[in-house]
């Protein structure tokens, strides 16, 4: 088992950045893949960036190149995701996600947290 606990939300004006970081703890040795979706109202969770533990690439949404970077740290079991250039149309639910992409193939949510953009 896996718990996640997401930290970094809030509210942020149009252009400004926030980070976001989620902290895993249980067994984590399953684990490869570590990132963020989210979730605006009324709309279907989406991918916004996902990292590899064990060398570290990246797979970002259209939504976040050039804007988002996510990072991990291994020793602490914690990925984070720097947000620049928000914008309103980035309001929504953040959730943390781990997986295990190898099979049997499993995943984690964290509980989410919310960041709110104003123009």
């Known amino acids: 088992q896996v718990q996640l606990v997401e930290s970094g939300g809030g509210l942020v004006e149009s252009g400004g950045s926030l980070k976001l970081s989620c902290t895993a703890s249980g067994d984590m040795s399953f684990i490869d893949v570590m990132g963020w979706y989210r979730q605006a109202p009324g709309r279907q969770r989406e991918l916004v960036a996902l990292?590899?533990?064990?060398?570290?690439?990246?797979d970002y949404a259209d939504l976040a190149k050039d804007r988002f970077i996510i990072s991990v740290d291994n020793a602490k079991n914690t990925v984070n995701l720097q947000m620049n250039t928000l914008k309103p149309e980035d309001t929504a639910v953040y959730y943390c996600n781990v997986q295990r992409t190898l099979f049997p193939q499993f995943t984690y949510w964290g509980q989410g947290t919310q960041i709110t953009v104003s123009s």
């Open positions: 990292i590899r533990r064990i060398d570290g690439a990246t």
